[in-house]
């Protein structure tokens, strides 16, 4: 693995190779588009932009030639251009890529699982040769929260960082001198960032492509179709909500996050072709019901993310007589992290759940007019 001062050095191209996928590492301000402005700044960028083409395609108002019989200035509309092709164009390769980062996350993903199950049955042989009584009470607890302790290592390796050193049930042992820590560490990864290697890199090219994804609203402004706010509230805000993740190191969102994305949007973009092909579909409807359910997952996903987190949770009153929020962190994530990346799923679920409703309870006609804002994901 390549520490920061040379990484520091490689140009953008090489962060893109997939030959030099293993040798990838999240870091704050060595990575492309790791540093806070990105997001930030490109989600401010890509609003401003809309507001400006926006504006100039809804027309202004020119000097009135003659002959004239009313007023000095008249408006002048801008027609809709033809974009046909390039939305088609565009929709295609966002299918193929969707499918090519799909499909490369979840191979990580599985590669990963393999890795540390392999370890793992290599650990259980050799703990209950040489010290069985130490090694069941190490991993008691694991057993119990899966079917096995073969299933639950490379599960929790997935989903939280340093488990194997914070989870309470392990820092007793570890406290009470029943578990040695060189003994604990043997069951995840204990190094300062997890956020390496081929399955972070797909993750991380998910990521970058989100700001393409702009490109989405351009195409329909230039058509002249209407926008609704989570069209535009969504595509502002999701690439800031990916670099949170990699920044508070929440691994669940970030794979199975990014990965399902990827599966939804392929789906979604092929939709779409089809639709701009003239080729009607009779569903529709399951595609939106497909994005919502992703944004339910998530919540699903944060409310387990808070389970394995916020351990012994009590409320302890300061010397000021204030109640304070006390807990042991059960995985190495930022807190903040968890509360944005969960608020700002909330709220993606309530504007989505709020569209399908108004969407599919409106009268056919009224809904055939929706056709140009539809693209929300």
């Known amino acids: 693995m390549l520490n920061a001062s040379s990484t520091s050095s490689r140009g953008l191209l090489a962060w893109l190779n997939p030959l030099q996928a293993e040798e990838f590492e999240w870091a704050q301000e060595v990575t492309p588009f790791s540093n806070i402005a990105w997001p930030v700044g490109g989600g401010l960028m890509y609003l401003l932009m809309i507001y400006a083409l926006h504006n100039y395609m809804k027309g202004k108002l020119a000097a009135c030639r003659q002959p004239c019989h009313s007023a000095r200035l008249y408006f002048v509309d801008r027609k809709a251009l033809n974009v046909a092709t390039a939305t088609r164009f565009h929709n295609c390769f966002l299918v193929v890529l969707s499918i090519v980062l799909s499909c490369g996350i979840w191979v990580e993903v599985l590669r990963f699982g393999a890795v540390w199950n392999a370890k793992t049955h290599a650990m259980l042989a050799h703990h209950e040769t040489e010290n069985p009584e130490q090694f069941l009470k190490l991993m008691v607890k694991a057993s119990e929260k899966m079917f096995s302790v073969q299933l639950a290592v490379p599960w929790y390796n997935l989903n939280c960082h340093k488990w194997c050193i914070l989870q309470p049930e392990v820092q007793e042992q570890l406290h009470d001198g029943s578990a040695a820590p060189v003994e604990s560490m043997e069951w995840c990864d204990v190094s300062a960032n997890p956020l390496t290697g081929r399955l972070y890199w797909w993750i991380y090219m998910a990521y970058l492509w989100k700001y393409y994804d702009f490109v989405d609203t351009v195409l329909l402004v230039l058509k002249k179709k209407n926008l609704i706010f989570l069209h535009v509230f969504h595509h502002a805000t999701v690439p800031l909500c990916a670099w949170m993740a990699f920044e508070g190191r929440l691994l669940m969102p970030l794979w199975m996050g990014m990965g399902i994305n990827s599966v939804v949007h392929g789906l979604m973009y092929y939709y779409y072709y089809l639709r701009e092909c003239g080729i009607q579909v009779w569903w529709r409807r399951l595609v939106t019901q497909i994005q919502t359910s992703q944004f339910v997952l998530g919540a699903i996903m944060t409310l387990y993310g808070?389970?394995?987190?916020?351990?012994?949770?009590?409320?302890?009153?300061?010397?000021?007589?204030?109640?304070?929020?006390?807990?042991?962190?059960?995985?190495?994530?930022?807190?903040?992290?968890?509360?944005?990346?969960?608020?700002?799923?909330?709220?993606?679920?309530?504007?989505?759940m709020h569209w399908y409703v108004t969407t599919y309870n409106m009268p056919k006609k009224a809904r055939a007019t929706l056709s140009g804002h539809e693209k929300t994901c």
């Open 306 to 352: 808070v389970f394995h987190f916020f351990k012994m949770p009590t409320i302890v009153i300061s010397d000021s007589g204030l109640p304070w929020f006390s807990y042991s962190r059960g995985c190495d994530a930022e807190s903040w992290a968890i509360y944005t990346c969960g608020a700002f799923n909330l709220a993606f679920l309530f504007l989505f």
